[in-house]
């Protein structure tokens, strides 16, 4: 299953965005969901997690910026970033089945192709 994600854009650094990733397909009460990004020549990271259980995990470059939240009656998961840095600038994909979601430093999406969505750019000027 593809999931959309939204809500990108250009801001400058020390700025915020958002971004939103509605589900229609299946309810994410159940599942793990995780955002992950990748930037140009970089390979796709795990950024953050919400497992089935409802443990969340940050990779060590977003935490304390970055807050996962999942709103159950609209079946959405969100991203809010916070204090963007340059570095910060990627294309942000979510995802849910087939992904790993254990621990801060175990956050990987799903190695089929066909399960990623299209992201959503987010550039942060400096």
């Known amino acids: 299953v593809q999931l959309q994600a939204s809500g990108g854009g250009l801001v400058q650094a020390g700025g915020s965005l958002r971004l939103s990733c509605a589900v229609s397909e299946f309810t994410l009460d159940y599942y793990a969901i995780g955002w992950f990004r990748q930037a140009p020549g970089k390979e796709r990271e795990g950024v953050s997690c919400i497992s089935s259980s409802g443990s969340i995990y940050y990779a060590d470059s977003v935490k304390g910026r970055f807050t996962i939240s999942k709103d159950h009656a609209k079946n959405t998961v969100y991203l809010q970033m916070n204090s963007l840095k340059p570095e910060d600038t990627a294309v942000y994909y979510c995802?849910?089945?087939?992904?790993?979601?254990?621990?801060?430093?175990?956050?990987?999406?799903?190695?089929?192709?066909?399960?990623w969505g299209q992201g959503t750019q987010v550039t942060v000027s400096s």
């Open positions: 995802a849910a089945h087939g992904i790993l979601c254990y621990s801060d430093h175990e956050i990987s999406g799903p190695t089929d192709s066909g399960s």
